[in-house]
């Protein structure tokens, strides 16, 4: 069974400083998405990895995927207070047609 | 360009009322699915589809049906809603990515 753990879930940061949110799953998978959640609003893609060592920037989160470790990290560099969100990794199945499991989510807020 | 298009956004039950929830995406995507979110919960895979005619249990798919009646659409119906089905349900498609609809609020009273 596919079991998608984040951490942290809760994450408080200040406004210019940098900090990594983590995503390990427990078997093998395919494609690794992030995606960023506003209060009160649906899920916005921001990342798709497809391979070992896949590293995609936007702006000032930067994700990776490590597939032998079976993590992938979403770094933020100089944090400002228009990322505060919720974020959530979620994994695909080998084989399996598609199944999307996602993790906990890191709530992130963005203090001045 | 609509994307994936939830139906109702907010409903409200009261306990035993049966209800359909629909799901339409315009992207020609095979994969479709349903998830509940509860607060401290992420998200939860009800049912998923991996293409038209197909049907899979997720994680959490007790108290729920699915159909996928096209290559565009997937409903999930509650046929005796519970208070415990309280929570906002999302519908997503996927090919290479996944897109999400707006979600649908509903309570159970």
């Known amino acids: 069974e596919l079991k998608v753990e984040q951490n942290p879930l809760f994450l408080s940061m200040q406004e210019g400083k940098n900090y990594t949110i983590y995503c390990n799953y427990s078997?093998?998978?395919?494609?690794l998405y992030w995606y960023r959640q506003d209060p009160g609003k649906s899920l916005e893609s921001l990342f798709v990895l497809l391979s070992n060592g896949a590293v995609k920037q936007e702006g000032r989160l930067m994700a990776s995927l490590d597939t032998k470790a079976r993590l992938s990290t979403l770094h933020i560099t100089a944090a400002v207070h228009d990322l505060s969100a919720t974020y959530f990794c979620a994994v695909t199945l080998n084989n399996q047609g598609g199944k999307l499991i996602f993790g906990q989510g890191t709530e992130l807020s963005v203090k001045p | 360009n609509a994307g994936v298009t939830q139906t109702p956004k907010f409903q409200v039950l009261k306990t035993g009322q049966s209800m359909t929830l629909q799901c339409a995406q315009d992207m020609n995507h095979n994969s479709m699915y349903w998830y509940r979110q509860d607060p401290g919960m992420g998200l939860r895979l009800i049912y998923y589809s991996a293409s038209e005619g197909t049907t899979d249990k997720g994680e959490v798919p007790n108290g729920y049906n699915v159909s996928r009646l096209n290559k565009r659409e997937f409903s999930l119906r509650l046929e005796s809603a519970a208070p415990s089905q309280t929570s906002v349900y999302f519908c997503?498609?996927?090919?290479?990515?996944?897109?999400f609809g707006q979600g649908t609020r509903l309570t159970v009273v």
């Open positions: 078997t093998t998978s395919d494609r």
């Open positions: 997503a498609s996927s090919e290479e990515e996944a897109f």
